[in-house]
């Protein structure tokens, strides 16, 4: 896994290093922890990619900082430079946002904030990932809204094959309590 930073230098935190960590744990416990927390997947040709996005906090705390992922499974083969776009509500503070990561996807990412809008894009360095397979992506720290039990909803685009148009999607967060 490789993890980028965009800007300037800082000295981390222990928040930030802590979510790091974390970062990295989750990642390397990702596959098991897909097949306890959630339902089998049904094959690629009957839940298109798009139907199978998913965003969540992986750690349920009002007001505190998470990470977060987003998954899908690819319509199309998602390119070594594809990006993926998404716009949280004002309720989410990403102003500690600085980190992304994936078990599924090799060759790291950058990653750019822009008010409340975030691009993830693939770095170029990694495999084409062929359509039909689920991915994942682990990025951070968000602040976390104070109502979790609102409906919260976040804008993802994702890349589209060259004939057809990227239309953004809006999904609901999926707060987690525990990934054990």
Known sequence: MEIAKMGTMTKLSSNK???????LI??????????????AAAPAAQSPGRDSLAVKALRA?????????VSFVTTD?????????????????????????????NGGFTLER??????????GLGAKIPHGKRV??????????ANLSA????????????TAAATPKNR??????SVN
Do not use: C
């Open 151 to 162: 409906s919260h909803q976040v804008r993802v685009q994702l890349p589209a094959a060259p």
């Open 114 to 123: 822009k008010g409340q809008e975030v691009l993830l894009r693939r770095t």
């Open 61 to 69: 705390e009002a007001g505190k900082p998470s990470l977060y992922e």
């Open 26 to 39: 989750i990642s390397s416990l990702s596959p098991i922890w897909s097949q306890q927390k959630t339902p």
């Open 77 to 105: 083969s998602l390119a070594p430079n594809a990006a993926i776009a998404m716009a949280f509500p004002v309720a989410f503070d990403l102003s500690q946002l600085e980190i992304a990561g994936s078990n599924t996807i």
């Open 17 to 23: 290093i802590a979510a790091l960590t974390l970062l």
């Open 172 to 177: 609901e967060v999926q707060f987690i309590t």
């Open 136 to 145: 994942s992506i682990q990025f951070g720290l968000i602040v976390n809204p």
